[in-house]
């Protein structure tokens, strides 16, 4: 209390007898600058909402990648061409309800075990969906590729339905976590993909971690249960999207 007085409080200096106030003007100018930084943070920056979670279909060539269980134990590889449910994150940029230009919009994804100490089998950046570039301008809204699920025959409208009867019942699923190429037309992961193969059991252990941000926004950072997010991707699943 006394060092906190002490700031508040004039000082003198030795040499001319002129009183000062040098502690005073510190803390008003911290207070003024920490309230700067909040203004800054949470008036003046746009923000990034989110709409929904989409599914759609997409056709990919996944040219190599490594298979893990729910463990993060590496059991196969996998070699993948054909087409996948798209589950993504539909993301709105605004400032005060109103779409907003966000530059250089950049997204993370993390699946996370948290019955083995929440150990991360997969962590990267995520692509967007629109040319499926790592980093965009987003005016409005814009959709993150969280993960495909992919479709063992077609269509894939097919295979939504019996997911869905899967994950209610004993069943299992696969989700890959891709890989963008430099080039899109060419194979989707040069060997870098990851697939988690998971049973329906283990669903309640499973969360998404996504964080997003901008050059000029703030970070929009949330945790999802994975259950529910496969449940809506597939709910809301569009062939023609």
Partial sequence: MSIFLSMLMPTASPSSGTVTSYGYFGVVTGIVGATIALVDAF??????KKVRITGNNLGVDINGGTVKNSSGKEIDKIRFSGSVIQCSLRLRS???????????????????NKAYNDIELHSGYA???????????IVGEESL?????PCPYEPCTNYVEQLKKNLSEIGSIDL???VRPTDIRSSWDRGLAT??????????????????GG??????EDEYELRNVINECLSNYREDD
């Fill in 43 to 48: 008036i003046v920056k746009p923000y990034f």
């Fill in 127 to 137: 692509p967007w969906a629109y040319s499926h570039h790592y980093v965009l301008d």
């Fill in 176 to 178: 890959i976590f891709p």
């Fill in 94 to 112: 605004e400032h005060f309800a109103v779409p907003i230009y966000a530059r250089n919009a950049i997204g993370w994804v993390a699946l996370v």
């Fill in 195 to 212: 697939e988690i193969r998971i049973n329906a059991t283990e669903l309640g252990n499973l969360v998404l971690r996504v964080r997003v």
């Fill in 215 to 220: 050059e000029n926004t703030i970070i929009y």
């Fill in 145 to 149: 590729i969280l993960f495909l699920i």
